[in-house]
């Protein structure tokens, strides 16, 4: 039982938020774009089940590789722990890893088999799992070499919106891409805060984030701008994208923002271990604004 509980704690499961929340954007803007649309609740179910699986593989063969590569070590934060606490072994990780994208590519099979058109899904589960395996992984190592930012950009905020709305409507559209750049920026200032957090440690092995590129202050610059874009973003869309004014209640976690926005302005001010819940921080307010903006979005709906 133990076993399993570390297992669980590998897949970092306090970050799901980021992999369930965006297919709701999915679907619910294929009701908005398809009146009357009927769901297929069976191909959504297995839609948010095929994102977390995914997600959870990439967490793993994450810390796997980072770990291997001594990017987490005693006194790094970011990873689940589990390695460096040696409650799993790096062969346990790896194959912890392997079976999660095993199970996940079986959905995304079964759904390319029996969607309407299973062309824009095959293309989306690929770049999925691309994104996902090669993230830490060789050849491409996208986090060791400041393309982090992009791929969860990409894979998270936006296509899984996309991948939700191809299963349910048989088609892509650029509406789910649209209504999904909110919650992709804040998605993406997950990362970011982790990042900044770890400029130190991250320089001693030698890779390359987007903080380390741009420095110290460019990073709080840009915290700044990826966290406050999502409010920009969302009356952008409400003028020129018919997103319903409702979208407005997103507002509502604007302290959030502007608490974080403080602490990442006050960083040279803490401590490490000061500053080292910004990332957990940053995932509470992408949370938050997300509940508010599917609410709005199925008032939008039921209206």
Not at 248 to 266: D, E, G, H, M
Request: aromatic residues 14%; glycine residues 8%; charged residues 10%.
């Amino acid at each position: 039982m133990a076993k399993l509980k570390y297992y669980l704690l590998a897949t970092r499961p306090w970050s799901y938020t980021v992999s369930v929340l965006p297919p709701f954007f999915g679907l619910l803007t294929a009701l908005i774009a398809v009146p009357g649309l009927r769901i297929n609740w069976f191909h959504f179910v297995l839609t948010v089940l095929g994102c977390v699986l995914v997600h959870s593989g990439a967490n793993a063969l994450s810390d796997y590789f980072d770990f291997k590569t001594r990017v987490d070590r005693e006194g790094t934060y970011g990873s689940s722990g589990m390695l460096m606490a040696k409650k799993m072994t790096p062969a346990e990780m790896l194959r912890l890893a392997l079976i999660l994208y095993a199970i996940a590519g079986l959905i995304g099979l079964y759904l390319i088999l029996h969607v309407a058109n299973p062309a824009p899904v095959i293309w989306l589960v690929a770049a999925g799992f691309i994104l996902g395996f090669f993230y830490t992984m060789a050849p491409f190592n996208f986090k060791y070499h400041a393309l982090g930012d992009i791929g969860v950009f990409l894979s998270f905020g936006l296509f899984i919106p996309l991948g939700a709305f191809a299963v349910q409507t048989g088609y892509a559209a650029w509406l789910p891409l649209l209504y999904g750049v909110p919650a992709a920026l804040l998605v993406d200032a997950i990362l970011h805060s982790n990042n900044l957090r770890d400029i130190p440690f991250d320089q001693v092995v030698h890779i390359k984030t987007v903080p380390i590129l741009i420095g110290e202050r460019g990073a709080q610059i840009m915290y700044y701008g990826l966290v406050l874009g999502a409010y920009a973003t969302i009356l952008l869309l409400i003028f020129f994208a018919h997103l319903t004014p409702w979208s407005l209640i997103t507002f509502l976690s604007l302290p959030l923002a502007l608490r974080n926005i403080r602490t990442v302005r006050a960083k040279t001010e803490m401590s490490i271990a000061q500053f080292a819940g910004i990332d957990a921080a940053t995932a509470q307010h992408h949370m938050m604004f997300s509940l508010l903006f599917i609410v709005a979005l199925v008032i939008r709906v039921l209206a």
